[in-house]
């Protein structure tokens, strides 16, 4: 049974500060890095495809901001110190952590979220900018990824604030909705055991659950015998394709290898791993048969 598509209005927020000894570029403009604006048009699509069309966002406004983000102890680079450090390959502040809070303030995001003009944000900055792949705040925020952002519990519902590298691509990004992905639905069976935990099944892989591999998680394919080894030409027996068929998962296992997930394209392999996931109308024991609901709305995690 098909189910009707969501859509989400996101603010982008991006750290792209100007160089004033540089020419006056831009910091992404001046290291040759990646156009945000093209980063989250990619990012938008592919989630729209392999959700199988049931999440679209909309983006609402785009910020460019002509400054750097402060960092939890008040420290806040200048575009010399910057670009020095970059340059140099060391010297980059630690502790590394934004102030969460100054952003929201900032951003006004409490009186933008509870107008209902958004319902989440996405960061941008440079490497060592200092944002968590992803965070939740709002009431009853639970573990993204990240640490619940603390003092937000009298918001009428919670929001995720994704955190982006400009200087990577957009397999990069996928990987950090992947892990925001991982944790929300860690949440949704916590309280499910053994093989009623559908989530622990669709996650397991050869290395740690021998010839029982179903999809695996971000980090490991099927096959994987390391963290990020997507390249594996290793076969191992799967049952990947049941989950496809959601909620008959009695598909028989066969031979799988990197050549179904992108023989080591961080990007494929990760839309390869999104695209089996649940996705129908219905339920079993009070849990949804399209777990993208959860994933992309925090709100209707039970």
Known sequence: MPVEPVFRKVLIISFDPVVPNEGRRRLSTLFNWNRVDELV?????????????????????????????????????????????????SGFHQPDWVDYHRI?????????????????????GFPYGGFYESRMAGPGAFW?????LQGFDLLSRRFVI????????????????GHRAESIMIHVFRDRMGEANLWE?????????????????????????????????RKVLSNCDSWLNFPDLSDRPRPVDCREWGNGDTRRHHLWWFEHFPHIGGQSAGISHNWWKYVIDPNRVP
Request: aromatic letters at 14%; charged letters at 25%; one cysteine or more.
């Open 41 to 89: 048009a990619s990012l938008i699509s592919d989630l729209n495809r392999v959700s199988h069309g049931y999440c679209n966002y909309e983006v609402v406004e785009l910020l460019t901001v002509d400054a750097f983000p402060v960092k939890i102890d008040g420290f806040s680079y200048t575009a010399a110190s910057y670009t020095a450090a970059w340059r140099a390959g």
């Open 104 to 124: 929201v303030g900032d951003f006004h995001l409490v009186q933008r979220l509870e107008a209902g003009n958004i319902d989440e944000v996405w960061l941008f």
């Open 144 to 148: 993204c990824n990240a640490p619940p």
């Open 162 to 177: 994704m955190g982006f590298n400009y200087e990577r691509g957009v397999g990069e990004m996928l990987e950090s909705y």
């Open 201 to 233: 099944r669709f996650t397991r892989y050869d290395k740690a659950n021998p010839g029982r591999a179903e999809v695996g998680n971000v980090h490991f394919a099927p096959n994987s015998e390391r963290d990020y080894d997507w390249g594996n030409r």
